[in-house]
């Protein structure tokens, strides 16, 4: 065992690497074709909270089951958040992270939301390279494959008290990912939601917390029944305007590359989750010579312009996809066909140019990937 110390409130990770690694043959079969959030690297970290010691004990460890007594807060209460981000291997050879800062920063808004307690934004970025940094040889090479990294906490406290917890853990995990679209770029259904509704005001709409998906999955469910791949969440007074794609921001393209173009999203109101890859895009976007948005869109917006030919393309944004091209929209009371069903060229370029950046081929002007390896 070593320690390696955080000058952060003291915090040390202490090392116990695993004695039964994956066989080098078998983790090379696993990273070439991984999929999605099914194959995990040889550790992982943790470190614990209580209201007597703070943060403590930080370990990297070997990926393996947890033992919970079935009196855990967590269990009963939902008092969990998650995030979600990638490493990326360069064409100069190392690897980086695509803004782990902001992860951090938004991790503490989903604990403050939830009544948990605030870790260091130091103490997320070193836990996840130093989880990296031991699973190296985990980071898949292939084109558009990343290593996802999935830090998470949630209330331990074996009490059945309605209350914030007095003690919880963080962890985290890696998992080497395939690339989203396997056989190229395709163009997603979706189903507006006019039953259920993801947020309301003053509700957990911003936080990455495990509820809000669960809460979801009815909704994704009714899209799959009607040939959609996914839900387009409407706001929780009207169902008229447009708020997110299941847990993805939403972009709407006005103009052409022949004329001017604006990008347009939904405006942050608490109720939808605020992505990095959203906010990334929107820098992105004014760089590129476009006109930047954040306003409401209600459906009939978007039905209506479509048909003028003012609007002309849709997409979702996220970690996992990058950027998701729209090619139908579907409702209990119609729908339409967004550009013929095909990826726009708005779409494709702001698609290449940010994985561009986050694996390394193009110059990181705005410091947004972090040195790993």
Known sequence: ????????????????????????????????????????????????????????????????????????AVLHYSQSIFEGFKAYHQDSGGVKTFRPDANARRFNRSAARLALPALPEEIFVEAADLLIQNDREWVPTAEEHSLYIRPFMFATEVFLGVRPAREYLFIVLASPAGAYFAKGVKPVSVWL?????????????????????????????????????????????????????????????????????????????????????????????????????????????WRRDLGSGNLTEAFACGTAAVITPVGEVKSATGGFVVRDGQPGPITMKLRRMLLDIQHGRVPDQHGWLHAVV
């Open 193 to 301: 939601s006019e039953d259920y509704v993801r947020a309301a005001p003053g509700g957990t709409g911003e936080a990455k917390c495990g509820g809000n998906y669960a809460a979801s999955l009815v909704a994704q469910q009714q899209a799959a029944d009607n040939g959609c791949d996914q839900v387009v969440w409407l706001d929780a007074a009207e169902h008229r305007q447009v708020e997110e794609m299941g847990g993805m921001n939403l972009f709407f393209v006005y103009g052409s590359e022949e004329r001017e173009v604006t990008l347009v999203t939904p405006e942050l109101t608490g109720t939808l989750l605020p992505g990095v890859t959203r906010d990334s895009l929107l820098t992105l976007g004014r760089e590129m010579g476009y006109k930047v948005e954040e306003r409401r869109v209600s459906v009939d917006e």
């Open 1 to 72: 065992m070593t320690t390696t110390p955080n000058p952060v409130r003291n915090v040390r990770f202490e090392i116990h690497r695993s004695d039964s690694p994956v066989p080098a043959d078998r983790r090379a079969q696993l990273v070439a074709d991984p999929g999605f959030g099914q194959v995990f690297t040889d550790h992982m970290i943790t470190i614990r909270w209580s209201a007597e010691q703070g943060w403590h004990d930080a370990q990297l460890r070997p990926y393996g089951p947890l033992q919970l007594d079935p009196a855990t």
